[in-house]
């Protein structure tokens, strides 16, 4: 507790002092320490006074509850600071849910909430199916639960017809012992099938709208235990149905989807070799020393390899950074039986005796990802604590104690969680392999064109359908680099937009001779009076320099003019990572129109000027004429 | 093995309700600190059932009326565990 109490008043030191990373670095700290409900009203209290001084990514959240979830938010907005996310929390009255969900001039919706959780209880919603099960006929069984799923489904509706922000549902969750014991597994109309019944209709209907997620909300409770989640003595008195301990675990699972939803993810992970990939140190213990395999003591790392594995097929990239001897380390990676990643596995190596910070800034550099995209896996506190300090905007992901835990660390860690998963998700690791290739046969060329040229790359521009629909929403939200105005959309805001008569959505996609670098690039129109606006712009990293973005710009521009508009109109909204497209519109011959404190906006006139797409671009185009 | 529980009761106190440590002493109540509403009583108990691994009952729960109580409460709890 000493080192407790000392941090603390460290942290108001440093605060005092106007040193905003340390002290964030210093209460992310003691949130490793002791995490818990105490030190999350001192956490909160003190990022408040934090949050305009770090790069905290803001999102806002509602609760829609049947329960007590007060001692939650202080819970989940602690947590949030530390993984970066300034959590503003609206918590709906108790169990007026569907009244707030029905009604358009709710508190709910004039909160404008990014996303909204409906957390409601099995014995709120349906109490016959939680106990009054024995006395219920086959047929008031069924009933019981197409009520449900009617209620929900109409909650659904009516929310989507309100409102734009994500919805995640709690399923309902089984009583810990079925009210008929075990004769309840027995029957195909028992209690916990006819609440898993529920739970099914639910994932459908998240299916059918758009941006609905389910919390498995059973499995949850599984995870830490069933017979001590609960205290019933507070569900009575106070409505709080969850066991103290419990509550952060709740507060994770949250955060869980607040992540991936408010875009703060990692795109890469690098990850060290001793005692991380592999236990013991290669120099000292040689190639068939080090423990990796599947038996004791090697299988937790095995099993972490593995989980590192299942975020590579995510879409995640792998990048190793360790201090060792390169042809050491490559033949341990190459040869060891026991390895389940291999050096085709890493998008990026660095191993050598060099700085780690100095290592991930080059790591971040050659994937063409902003540090603050990167996770850092390293079992050495040293190194952390170097890292933390240096790089404050790297997710470092704790590992200590019992090996075997490494591989919880990595698959309960909110930084690699997804709720979609795109085609390009699946094969992004193969991109980046065909982009080293790219990039080595760069430079035996005379020119940039010639180069250019050699790349045989082909664009495709199309409107946005069902196929593409999550991946341009996916775009919007993680793309910060070649992003003109860096606006952040969910996919019910890009169908919205797609569905006026005046808007246009479209997608680039990009081919070459290497292989499909998949759908790279977005662009977002309004058209009033004699001009076309640009809305968004914004093309993945994976293909910036290589001339597609004036493809692109040049559909927009000539399709403005064949419609008989005037000029097309953009903003650059400067941020802190949008530098590479900062000279955009001033390249292709737009002139500064406005210049205020929040950028400047740019206009071509179009019977003046025409944009060409590059000729060294084979360009196809496939829009929908909208009626 | 007591007075670091008692310590501890009032680190967990000084977070939940937003005052200095200083400020803390066995006879501060609802009554001398201003954020010690219903709310924070809730999230005041389940802290130290989370800090010390315990379950207090509805009982025990109303019964805290200051920090005092509240340490004795703990401690006396914390005895009885360890049989």
């Known amino acids: ?627 | 093995m007591t007075t670091q529980s008692y310590e501890r009761v009032r680190i967990i106190a000084s977070d939940v309700f937003g005052v200095s440590l200083e400020e803390i002493s066995d006879e501060s109540s609802p009554e001398s600190i201003e954020r010690w509403d219903s709310t924070q009583h809730l999230t005041f108990v389940l802290a130290l059932e989370e800090a010390f691994q315990l379950q207090l009952t509805p009982e025990e729960t109303e019964s805290i009326r200051n920090i005092g109580e509240a340490a004795k409460l703990v401690q006396k709890k914390l005895q009885v565990a360890r049989g």
């Not at chain 1, 521009?461 to 999550?470: E, R």
């Open chain 1, 1 to 627: 507790m000493g080192s407790g109490l000392q941090l603390r008043s460290e942290i108001d030191h440093l605060i005092e002092s106007g040193d905003a990373a340390g002290a964030s670095r210093r209460l992310s700290e003691l949130w490793q320490q002791e995490p818990g409900s105490a030190l999350a009203s001192f956490l909160t209290s003190r990022y408040e006074k934090l949050r305009s001084g770090l790069p905290f990514t803001s999102h806002r959240l509602a609760l829609l509850r049947s329960f007590t979830v007060e001692p939650l938010v202080t819970l989940l907005r602690a947590a949030g600071f530390v993984a970066g996310l300034d959590l503003t929390v609206h918590v709906g009255d108790f169990n007026a849910y569907p009244q707030e969900i029905l009604d358009s001039t709710s508190a709910l919706y004039a909160f404008r909430p990014d996303t909204v959780i409906l957390a409601v209880q099995t014995r709120d919603l349906t109490p016959e199916l939680w106990n009054g099960y024995a006395d219920l006929s086959h047929e008031s069984v069924r009933a019981s639960v197409e009520r449900a799923l009617n209620s929900f489904e109409s909650w659904m509706k009516a929310f989507r017809q309100y409102s734009p922000a994500n919805l995640i549902v709690h399923t309902l969750e089984s009583p810990p012992i079925p009210n008929l014991g075990i004769l309840d597994a027995q029957s195909d109309s028992g209690q916990s099938a006819a609440l898993r019944q529920i739970n099914e209709g639910l994932r459908s209907r998240c299916r059918e709208f758009r941006g609905m997620y389910l919390l498995d909300y059973s499995s949850l409770i599984a995870r830490y235990g069933y017979s001590h989640w609960h205290d019933e003595k507070k569900w009575l008195t106070a409505r709080m149905p969850i066991s103290a301990g419990h509550l952060i675990h709740v507060a994770h699972e949250w955060l869980r989807f607040l992540m991936p939803l408010s875009g703060r993810v990692a795109k890469a992970v690098v990850v060290d070799l001793d005692n991380t990939l592999w236990g013991g140190v290669l120099g000292e213990d040689g190639m068939h020393g080090i423990q990796l395999g599947q038996e004791y003591p090697g299988a937790a790392y095995q099993a972490l390899q593995r989980a590192l594995f299942d975020l590579h097929r995510k879409g995640i990239l792998l990048a190793v950074c360790s201090k060792n001897n390169l042809d050491d380390a490559l033949e341990a990676l190459q040869k060891h039986s026991g390895m389940l990643l291999r050096q085709e596995h890493f998008a990026a190596m660095r191993i050598n005796w060099g700085d780690k910070v100095q290592n991930l800034r080059e790591i971040a550099a050659e994937l063409n990802i902003g540090i603050d995209a990167l996770a850092f896996l390293d079992d050495n506190p040293v190194e952390r604590d170097q890292v933390r300090a240096a790089l404050p905007e790297v997710m470092v992901i704790e590992l200590s104690g019992d090996p075997n835990a490494y591989v919880d660390r990595v698959r309960e860690s909110p930084f690699f969680e997804r709720l979609t998963l795109s085609e390009e998700d699946r094969q992004r690791a193969a991109f980046y392999a065909a982009e080293r290739k790219r990039s080595s046969a760069g430079q035996g060329f005379a020119s940039k064109e010639d180069f250019f040229r050699s790349l045989e790359q082909e664009a495709e521009i199309a409107s946005v359908g069902p196929a593409t629909l999550a991946r341009i929403s996916q775009l919007t939200q993680k793309t910060n680099q070649f992003n003109l105005t860096t606006r952040r959309y969910s996919e019910q805001q890009i169908s919205e937009m797609a569905s006026l008569s005046d808007c246009d959505v479209v997608s680039l996609r990009v081919r070459d001779r290497h292989g499909d670098n998949g759908l790279v690039g977005v662009g977002i129109t309004r058209d009033s009076g004699d001009s076309r606006e640009i809305d968004t712009f914004l093309l993945s990293c994976r293909v910036i320099g290589r001339t597609v973005e004036t493809a692109l710009l040049s559909h927009l521009a000539e399709t403005a003019r064949a419609k008989g508009l005037k000029f097309l109109r953009g903003w650059f909204l400067p941020t802190k990572k949008n530098a590479p497209a900062k000279n955009f519109y001033a390249e292709h011959g737009f002139s500064m129109e406005r210049n205020n404190d929040e950028g400047s906006q740019w206009v071509l006139d179009l019977q003046q000027n025409h944009i060409e797409c590059p000729a060294w671009i084979k360009l196809h185009v496939r829009i929908e004429e909208k009626i």
